[in-house]
């Protein structure tokens, strides 16, 4: 009796694929990816063939592995920043910046900025830089002893230099490190009030230079987070720190009497061998109740362009 396998006649010839697992798999890789078939667990045959060029479906996208590095490698100046910073405060390097410390090498002073004043004027500008650059306190001390070594006009100038420079450097690094991440990382409101900020980028900022309430270094960070742009920023800078830096400085250069009767007690205390002998200095005395007033005045005066745009767009949309 014919079997059944005659009366179907000859059998299919089999795909080489099907025969091997291996073959299979890159079948599968080389093409269209498909369902496993559910009885021999392999995949069938691609209908492009072996030699079809691969797509995007075939290859998902993938995120270059060099993006992290980067925003990584941004964040290493502002890390070297902050590591310095923390290591100057910690180890009292910082304290340096007294009177103490100019009434002890006054005379060493003196001599070398009468021999090199242009240099000392630069190393004047190239300290005060650093240490605004590293957000160290003592900014306003160094702000006086320019006026007490160099006078008010050249102290002062040397101020606004150092205290710029400084500024513009530390802006950069953060603007770099973080730029607008941060406050896209904070919401939408903090976007929304960076974006305010950065309309009247120059008007803020030159109100927060010239009323002396808010820390220099935050003011200095601030901008750089809300992306305002590098020339606003030193413009605000420069214009805003002028009244209070020559303010100071002549404050310091009124000081030398002062400065020197101080010194004399303090040579003559440390001759008989007292303990605990000190220079007393009261900055606070420089911040007249006149000076601060005029400072916040002006202040207010600089957001005077703000309230007006303000106020026009109030009755536009009325």
Request: charged share 15%; net charge positive.
């Amino acid at each position: 009796m014919p079997s059944m396998r005659a009366d179907s006649g000859p059998p299919e010839p089999q795909d080489a694929r099907s025969r091997d697992p291996q073959m299979a798999v890159k079948g599968v890789v080389r093409g269209a990816p498909s369902a496993i078939d559910n009885e021999t667990g392999l995949a069938p045959p691609s209908r492009r063939g072996l030699m079809s060029v691969p797509t995007d479906h075939d290859h998902p996208a993938v995120l270059p592995a060099s993006a992290p590095r980067g925003r990584l490698a941004r964040l290493v100046p502002l890390a070297i920043v902050a590591a310095v910073s923390v290591t100057v405060i910690a180890m009292g390097w910082h304290k340096q910046l007294s009177l103490t410390a100019l009434v002890e090498h006054r005379a060493a002073i003196d001599a070398f900025t009468d021999e090199h004043r242009i240099a000392a004027l630069g190393l004047f500008c190239g300290v005060y830089a650093l240490v605004v650059a590293l957000s160290l306190p003592g900014a306003v001390f160094l702000t006086v002893f320019g006026g007490i070594i160099f006078g008010t006009l050249a102290g002062g100038a040397a101020t606004l230099v150092g205290a710029t420079t400084g500024a513009t450097l530390i802006f950069l690094i953060a603007r770099s490190a973080l730029g607008g991440w941060l406050v896209r990382r904070a919401g939408p409101r903090v976007e929304t009030l960076a974006a305010g900020f950065r309309d009247d980028a120059f008007c803020y900022l030159l109100f927060l230079r010239l009323v002396p309430l808010f820390p220099f270094w935050l003011v200095n960070l601030v901008p750089a987070l809300c992306g305002v742009s590098l020339r606003t920023f030193v413009a605000a800078t420069a214009l805003g720190i002028i009244p209070g830096t020559f303010a100071f400085a002549f404050f310091g250069a009124g000081l030398g009497s002062a400065v020197e009767a101080q010194a004399a007690a303090y040579h003559a205390c440390l001759a008989a061998g007292t303990a605990g002998c000190k220079l007393h200095f009261n900055l606070k005395a420089a911040l007249t109740p006149q000076l601060m007033a005029g400072l916040v005045a002006l202040g207010l005066l600089a957001l005077l362009p703000v309230a007006l745009k303000r106020f026009k767009a109030a009755r536009g949309t009325t």
